[in-house]
């Protein structure tokens, strides 16, 4: 996925100025991503360091927290919308890449629970509160770059950038994950080398700062404005459109959560699987689900992608009762995340191919496709941790429950595809 969304902006016929522009516009999504895949590593390590329990009741405020935090991201809008009218646009990307900045701060710096009490989970909340908010201002800046200021072909390409900004977070994550892993003792990590993750992005915000302030040569101009829409006066017009579409991204959003904020918690408490274990699976699944996506890529130009994600979604629904199934015996579980690593990677391609071009009009679309994409992931993907955390601290139902949610929203997914016009 990386190489190929960098090859398709080398090749685009952008001028200098809008290269750079777009670069760093993507910088906030890159480091949305980044923040995602921390979290989810390092929670397994900080939970029981905010909280006075240590099983799994911590890791459900933590995820508690995890999806307030990301329910923000429309008042982040609703700010975005209010700026927008009295500030330059690169003006505005700078305050949200501040806050991101804030918010790494925050939990890096955080006491624990032994120190000031329940005021570290405060702190915590707060720092979420924020990052999600910043997010949402964030996203609304770039749909409003790429929505006004280029051609639709342009558009389409500069995609990409979004899509590389988001696999290079994650995969800093990862790879951060593992770097620490190897150099670090399970005692340091759960004392204080969880923090590193959360300092560095809070050092990478600002860069990203930094490097928006002095890049003048890339200023994003006021053309934004030519297109005047609110995003909530879209959404009423265009509702079961955004909605279907939401249900489509639905799986996404919950194979990505399984593999990044769940998996490594749900590894560790409920399979007893070291630390170190831990992060070599999950290292060889985002090697995997990279493979998988040149793969998809390719496929894609010889077999039509809505048939493509059809067929995908039912291997979806067999593998995960696969999937689940080594969990519960206890064996293949490495090539159990693997394979939710690659349908993730699979689905997540396909899916943008899969919506219809001419859904929405040219200048909305954008638009249109990422609040639907923020819908999914609200309404599936944050749920997901946050409603197996809950399920796993009421019943012994470890390994079911999963399957259950999974295919439950892969058949959502399904019934949204047949549905979504054409056009």
């Given at each position: 996925m990386?190489s190929r969304?960098?090859?398709?902006?080398?090749?685009?016929?952008?001028?200098?100025?809008?290269?750079?522009?777009i670069?760093l516009?993507?910088l906030?999504?890159?480091?949305?991503?980044?923040d995602?895949s921390?979290?989810?590593?390092y929670?397994l390590?900080?939970?029981?360091?905010i909280?006075?329990?240590v099983?799994i009741?911590?890791?459900?405020?933590?995820?508690?927290?995890?999806?307030?935090?990301?329910?923000?991201?429309?008042f982040?809008i609703?700010i975005?919308?209010?700026?927008s009218?009295?500030?330059p646009?690169r003006?505005?990307l700078?305050?949200s890449?501040v806050?991101?900045?804030?918010s790494?701060l925050?939990i890096?710096?955080?006491?624990?629970?032994?120190s000031?009490g329940?005021?570290?989970?405060?702190i915590?909340?707060?720092a979420?509160?924020?990052?999600?908010?910043?997010?949402g201002?964030?996203?609304?800046?770039?749909?409003k770059?790429?929505?006004s200021t280029l051609?639709?072909s342009?558009?389409?390409?500069?995609t990409?950038?979004?899509l590389?900004?988001?696999?290079?977070?994650?995969?800093?994550?990862v790879?951060l994950n593992r770097?620490l892993i190897?150099?670090?003792?399970?005692?340091q990590?759960e004392?204080w080398?969880?923090?590193?993750?959360f300092?560095?992005?809070?050092?990478?915000?600002?860069?990203?700062c930094?490097i928006?302030?002095s890049?003048?040569?890339?200023e994003?101009?006021?053309k934004?404005?030519?297109?005047?829409v609110?995003?909530?006066?879209?959404?009423?017009?265009?509702?079961?459109?955004?909605?279907?579409i939401?249900?489509?991204?639905?799986?996404?959003?919950?194979?990505l959560?399984?593999g990044?904020?769940?998996m490594?918690?749900y590894?560790h408490?409920?399979?007893?699987?070291?630390?170190?274990t831990?992060s070599?699976i999950?290292?060889?699944?985002?090697?995997l689900?990279?493979i998988?996506?040149l793969?998809t890529?390719y496929?894609?130009?010889i077999i039509?992608?809505t048939?493509l994600?059809?067929?995908?979604?039912?291997?979806?629904?067999i593998?995960?009762i696969?999937c689940?199934?080594?969990?519960?015996?206890?064996?293949?579980m490495?090539?159990?995340?693997?394979q939710?690593?690659?349908?993730?990677?699979?689905v997540s391609r396909?899916?943008?191919?899969a919506?219809?071009?001419?859904?929405?009009?040219?200048?909305?679309?954008l638009?249109c496709?990422?609040?639907?994409?923020?819908i999914?992931?609200?309404?599936f993907?944050v749920?997901?941790?946050?409603?197996?955390?809950?399920?796993?601290s009421?019943?012994?139902?470890?390994?079911?429950?999963p399957?259950?949610y999974?295919?439950?929203?892969?058949?959502i997914s399904?019934?949204?595809?047949?549905?979504?016009p054409?056009?």
């Amino acid at each position: 996925m990386i190489s190929r969304n960098f090859n398709l902006l080398r090749k685009a016929s952008f001028s200098k100025r809008e290269l750079g522009a777009i670069i760093l516009a993507s910088l906030g999504l890159f480091l949305e991503f980044y923040d995602f895949s921390i979290f989810g590593f390092y929670a397994l390590y900080f939970a029981p360091k905010i909280f006075p329990y240590v099983n799994i009741s911590a890791y459900v405020d933590i995820f508690s927290i995890f999806a307030l935090g990301y329910c923000m991201k429309p008042f982040g809008i609703l700010i975005f919308q209010k700026l927008s009218l009295r500030l330059p646009l690169r003006r505005i990307l700078n305050i949200s890449i501040v806050i991101m900045a804030i918010s790494f701060l925050s939990i890096a710096t955080v006491p624990i629970y032994d120190s000031i009490g329940i005021w570290s989970g405060v702190i915590i909340l707060c720092a979420r509160l924020l990052q999600g908010i910043a997010s949402g201002i964030e996203m609304q800046c770039i749909i409003k770059y790429l929505s006004s200021t280029l051609t639709m072909s342009k558009r389409n390409m500069a995609t990409s950038a979004i899509l590389l900004a988001i696999s290079l977070g994650i995969f800093l994550g990862v790879m951060l994950n593992r770097g620490l892993i190897q150099y670090f003792n399970d005692f340091q990590l759960e004392d204080w080398g969880w923090r590193i993750p959360f300092y560095l992005g809070a050092i990478l915000s600002l860069l990203s700062c930094i490097i928006r302030i002095s890049s003048k040569k890339s200023e994003i101009t006021p053309k934004y404005l030519q297109h005047k829409v609110n995003i909530f006066t879209i959404f009423i017009k265009y509702k079961k459109r955004i909605l279907l579409i939401a249900g489509m991204v639905g799986i996404n959003a919950t194979l990505l959560m399984s593999g990044i904020i769940f998996m490594p918690i749900y590894l560790h408490s409920t399979l007893n699987l070291n630390y170190f274990t831990i992060s070599n699976i999950l290292f060889k699944a985002t090697i995997l689900s990279v493979i998988a996506s040149l793969i998809t890529h390719y496929l894609s130009k010889i077999i039509n992608p809505t048939f493509l994600i059809k067929l995908t979604y039912l291997g979806i629904i067999i593998t995960i009762i696969y999937c689940y199934h080594c969990f519960a015996t206890g064996k293949n579980m490495s090539m159990a995340v693997y394979q939710i690593a690659i349908l993730y990677s699979t689905v997540s391609r396909l899916t943008p191919l899969a919506i219809p071009k001419d859904i929405f009009p040219s200048y909305l679309r954008l638009t249109c496709v990422s609040t639907a994409t923020h819908i999914g992931f609200m309404l599936f993907g944050v749920t997901y941790p946050l409603s197996l955390a809950l399920i796993l601290s009421l019943s012994h139902s470890v390994f079911i429950a999963p399957c259950i949610y999974i295919i439950m929203v892969t058949c959502i997914s399904i019934t949204c595809i047949f549905i979504l016009p054409k056009s």
